[in-house]
């Protein structure tokens, strides 16, 4: 069954971000907080997980927030409000753990990795908890949903590395003078995978600050989503091996080996340079055809 896009919004920074709107009620009517879904746009297309940054179960439609970066990111920024998506798989992953804690939660996003923030705070805030946001990109273009995010938080606090809006600088500042100010329940990261690293780092106890327990979602590569294809392999400081796809996405940042997961993040970046390079020829050859037509 073809999935319609019922609404598209561009997020800033020359287009390259972006939010979609999609009818899929029976994936609106089972969506939490850290559910991803697996996206197929064409027969020839391949698949790819895109976290489910928001659901409205009435409407039937799910929301999701994408950052362009390759051929399947790019293909999908090509289609409209009116489109349909091949297929959709999901709701995959777990929930994350709903309670009420004792303590604030600090929510960190990290570029694209703020929209999936959002509804983890949605539910945690439903459940009683204080949360305040740390939003963190490299430019002020790149911070979207501040307002949706206050709508959820008690604080919403900026930080750009470049200082073009709120504090100049990584997430981490912002982050370390709050834990060492306050007691913290819990710190979620959502981001780039070397700013979990830093988070989890900051908030394991070094440098006499308190260790505070930090969930991280893990975008690793994901093929099936479904725990067969290993893919999404991921080992703990100990040697284990867990899928981030059956795992995950989100775990302990304590227990990941990051030095292990970004080496293992690259292991296809010339076969994804390759692809783009012959979709992007692929464009140019239509488009000239197109003028000349
Ligand atoms: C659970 C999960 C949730 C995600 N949620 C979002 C989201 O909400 N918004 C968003 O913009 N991005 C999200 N991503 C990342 C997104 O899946 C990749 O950006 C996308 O697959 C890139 O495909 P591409 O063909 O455009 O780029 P490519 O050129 O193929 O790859 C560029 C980079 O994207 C990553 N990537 C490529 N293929 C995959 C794959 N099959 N699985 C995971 N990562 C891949 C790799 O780091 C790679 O180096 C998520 C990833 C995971 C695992
Ligand atoms: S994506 Fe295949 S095992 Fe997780």
């Known amino acids: ?63 999701i927030v994408v950052q362009i970066i390759g051929k ?17 798989a999901g709701p995959l992953g777990n929930k994350i753990h709903i309670e009420k804690y004792e303590h604030p939660i600090i929510i960190i996003g990290g570029g694209v990795g703020i929209a999936p923030c959002f509804p983890q705070a949605k539910e945690l805030k439903e459940a009683g908890n204080s949360i305040i946001a740390i939003l963190g990109a490299r430019t002020k273009d790149l911070i979207f949903w501040q307002e949706k995010m206050a709508s959820v938080c008690e604080k919403v606090i900026i930080s750009t590395n470049d200082g073009s809006a709120g504090i100049k600088g990584f997430v981490t500042k912002p982050l370390k003078d709050l834990i060492s100010k306050n007691k913290i329940s819990l710190v979620i990261a959502i981001g780039p995978m070397i ?16 260790r505070v327990k930090t969930f991280v979602s ?41 030095a292990n997961l970004l080496k293992r993040a690259d292991r296809f970046v010339d076969q994804e340079k390759n692809s783009l390079e012959c979709y992007d020829s692929e464009c140019k050859a239509l488009e000239k055809l197109n003028k000349g037509s």
């Open 195 to 210: 700013m979990m690293k830093n988070v989890a780092l900051l908030t394991s106890g070094i440098e006499g600050l308190s």
């Open 1 to 63: 069954m073809p999935y319609k896009i019922m609404k598209k919004v561009l997020l800033g920074n020359g287009g390259t971000l972006f939010e979609m709107d999609i009818f899929a009620p029976l994936i609106a009517k089972k969506a939490f907080a850290g559910n991803f879904i697996l996206i197929r746009i064409n027969e020839k297309g391949e698949r790819i997980p895109l976290t489910i940054a928001d659901y409205n179960r009435e409407d039937g439609t799910i929301t």
């Open 218 to 258: 893990l975008n690793t590569i994901m093929v099936d989503g479904t725990g067969m294809c290993g893919g999404c392999r991921f080992s703990t400081l100990d040697g284990d091996i867990y899928f981030a796809c059956v795992d995950g996405p989100d775990v302990d940042g304590h227990i990941v080996d990051f």
């Open 72 to 88: 399947s990111t790019l293909l999908l920024s090509h289609q409209n409000e009116g489109d349909e998506i091949l297929d959709i």
